[in-house]
């Protein structure tokens, strides 16, 4: 029989020293792997460490905010309708929290270009405040019941939205020096593939979650995962280098951001496009797993199964659209994605059992990793580099305003008609939307190699 070691027992010491020794060479390990990860592929080996460096942490940074968002996408309305809210109080929250959003963009940009601190801006607001707003809505239910729960949790989720988009413009303005223009179609492909991975993972196992421990438990602890989870994106995101911005130059007095917009009549008419699409989009984007848990009868689990339907048919997708992205470039992709989605809709409204959005949701995914890696990539090519701040952010506030819009007006045909006629509606005006950029929105050119600084 061994001996007992005491606490005084030298060989216990020993023991534990070694054990020690042993989980800093495991870490020390697990640090070598992670510094020498290629986030994007073997072409990143060409460029200069410290760009390597960002490309690995932004797509960590992705991966954990995409895990995190994916829940709140999935099951924060079903969260408030949990509380008893009604579809009007859905479609409020909605525009509301579009609403917020565009009012801070604007002074978002001013922070960004003025200050220089761009990832300072991001990490305290939409990384910081922003995300602390999902664990006060995980707490909302233990208040009195006397209180005003569907308020207060709409209120905290305007609250999130306003803070995250007064970070967007910083957001946007960083990730252009992040990513080297040449490779930003593989790049955001092999990082969304990964984030739709993650995306697909967690929304499963979150219903399957949500529907063991009922309602409105099981939301709660959905809302706080994705805090826990948002707050390690904050970290990664913390880790990336800045570097310099382009220089700052304020708009004259007698030249203002809005008629310094003439000069870009390629990025107007973009912006006109966007907003018909988005208000378009909103209709009907708040209320489909409202749909599938009213009308259809599905679980919270149904609900994450179909979202994982979706991300799963979206990892072929950013396959191979970020290839075709490079290649034809980011405006033939959008264009051709762009007149499929308006179809998804539109099939929506014959559906009757849960089921039928499976194949829909499959297509979805598809088409939709396509069209959002495509146009993001289109945008970045719109932008001019000294005003990219401000530009993101009024691009970014025509959306919000749309969206606000849009949900307005879908919570009222959902009330009043019925989710199928607003499902009608947003594919119509979806395809409308789609025809209009096909018409009018050209592909600037690209001058110099923007990318030469970055490489080896």
Same mark, same amino acid.
């Given at each position: 029989?061994?001996?007992?070691?005491?606490?005084?027992?030298?060989?216990?010491?020993?023991?534990?020293?070694?054990?020690?020794?042993?989980?800093?060479?495991?870490?020390?390990?697990?640090?070598?792997?992670?510094?020498?990860?290629?986030?994007?592929?073997?072409?990143?080996?060409?460029?200069?460490?410290?760009?390597?460096?960002?490309?690995?942490?932004?797509?960590?940074?992705?991966?954990?905010?995409?895990?995190?968002?994916?829940?709140?996408?999935?099951?924060?309305?079903?969260?408030?309708?949990?509380?008893?809210?009604?579809?009007? !109080?859905?479609?409020?929250?909605?525009?509301?929290?579009?609403?917020?959003?565009?009012?801070?963009?604007?002074?978002?940009?001013?922070?960004?270009?003025?200050?220089?601190?761009?990832?300072?801006?991001?990490?305290?607001?939409?990384?910081?405040?922003?995300?602390?707003?999902?664990?006060?809505?995980?707490? *909302?239910?233990?208040?009195?019941?006397?209180?005003?729960?569907?308020?207060?949790?709409?209120?905290?989720?305007?609250?999130?939205?306003?803070?995250?988009?007064?970070?967007?413009?910083?957001?946007?303005?960083? *990730?252009?020096?992040?990513?080297?223009?040449?490779?930003?179609?593989?790049?955001?492909?092999?990082?969304?593939?990964?984030?739709?991975?993650?995306?697909?993972?967690?929304?499963?196992?979150?219903?399957?979650?949500? *529907?063991?421990?009922?309602?409105?438990?099981?939301?709660?602890?959905?809302?706080?995962?994705?805090?826990?989870?948002?707050?390690?994106? #904050?970290?990664?995101?913390?880790?990336?280098?800045?570097?310099?911005?382009?220089?700052?130059?304020?708009?004259?007095?007698?030249?203002?951001?809005?008629?310094?917009?003439?000069?870009?009549?390629?990025?107007?008419?973009?912006?006109?496009?966007?907003?018909?699409?988005?208000?378009?989009?909103?209709?009907?984007?708040?209320?489909?797993?409202?749909?599938?848990?009213?009308?259809?009868?599905?679980?919270?689990?149904?609900?994450? #199964?179909?979202?994982?339907?979706?991300?799963?048919?979206?990892?072929?997708?950013?396959?191979?659209?970020?290839?075709?992205?490079?290649?034809?470039?980011?405006?033939?992709?959008?264009?051709?994605?762009?007149?499929?989605?308006?179809?998804?809709?539109?099939?929506?409204?014959?559906?009757?059992?849960?089921?039928?959005?499976?194949?829909?949701?499959?297509?979805?995914?598809?088409?939709?990793?396509?069209?959002?890696?495509?146009?993001?990539?289109?945008?970045?090519?719109?932008?001019?580099?000294?005003?990219?701040?401000?530009?993101?952010?009024?691009? !970014?506030?025509?959306?919000?305003?749309?969206?606000?819009?849009?949900?307005?007006?879908?919570?009222?045909?959902?009330?009043?008609?019925?989710?199928?006629?607003?499902?009608?509606?947003?594919?119509?005006?979806?395809?409308?939307?789609?025809?209009?950029?096909?018409?009018?929105?050209?592909?600037?050119?690209?001058?110099?190699?923007?990318?030469?600084?970055?490489?080896?």
């Amino acid at each position: 029989m061994p001996p007992i070691l005491s606490r005084s027992d030298p060989h216990r010491h020993i023991g534990r020293t070694g054990r020690c020794r042993a989980l800093r060479l495991r870490w020390r390990y697990i640090g070598r792997r992670i510094s020498n990860f290629t986030a994007g592929g073997r072409w990143t080996d060409r460029l200069l460490p410290q760009v390597r460096k960002n490309l690995r942490w932004f797509w960590f940074d992705g991966v954990l905010a995409q895990a995190s968002e994916s829940i709140v996408v999935a099951y924060l309305s079903l969260f408030i309708l949990a509380l008893g809210a009604t579809r009007s !109080q859905i479609g409020l929250m909605n525009s509301l929290s579009s609403l917020s959003g565009a009012l801070l963009l604007l002074p978002g940009a001013a922070l960004a270009g003025r200050s220089g601190r761009r990832k300072l801006i991001v990490v305290l607001s939409g990384g910081g405040i922003g995300r602390l707003m999902l664990l006060l809505l995980a707490l *909302t239910p233990l208040l009195p019941t006397h209180a005003p729960l569907v308020y207060i949790a709409i209120a905290l989720t305007v609250v999130r939205s306003a803070f995250g988009n007064l970070g967007h413009p910083a957001w946007m303005s960083l *990730t252009a020096d992040i990513v080297p223009i040449k490779w930003r179609g593989r790049y955001f492909s092999s990082r969304n593939i990964a984030m739709g991975i993650t995306g697909m993972v967690v929304t499963y196992l979150i219903g399957q979650l949500i *529907t063991r421990l009922g309602a409105p438990i099981g939301y709660q602890w959905a809302l706080g995962i994705a805090f826990a989870v948002g707050m390690l994106s #904050t970290f990664c995101f913390a880790q990336i280098g800045e570097g310099n911005p382009a220089p700052y130059r304020p708009a004259s007095a007698k030249r203002t951001p809005l008629s310094a917009l003439r000069d870009h009549p390629e990025f107007m008419t973009f912006c006109a496009t966007a907003a018909l699409w988005n208000f378009s989009l909103n209709i009907a984007g708040p209320f489909f797993s409202v749909y599938l848990v009213e009308e259809l009868k599905a679980t919270a689990s149904i609900v994450g #199964t179909l979202s994982v339907i979706s991300s799963l048919a979206g990892l072929p997708g950013q396959r191979l659209f970020g290839i075709l992205s490079d290649r034809w470039g980011p405006r033939k992709v959008q264009m051709l994605t762009g007149m499929c989605i308006p179809l998804i809709p539109l099939a929506w409204s014959l559906t009757s059992a849960p089921w039928h959005a499976a194949p829909l949701n499959l297509a979805g995914g598809f088409l939709w990793a396509g069209y959002n890696l495509a146009s993001f990539n289109f945008l970045l090519t719109l932008i001019p580099e000294e005003r990219r701040p401000h530009y993101s952010a009024l691009y !970014q506030i025509v959306v919000m305003l749309a969206l606000t819009g849009g949900a307005a007006f879908g919570g009222f045909l959902a009330e009043q008609w019925g989710y199928k006629i607003a499902f009608v509606t947003s594919g119509i005006g979806r395809l409308t939307a789609a025809l209009l950029f096909m018409r009018f929105v050209r592909q600037p050119a690209v001058s110099g190699d923007v990318q030469s600084p970055d490489v080896i």
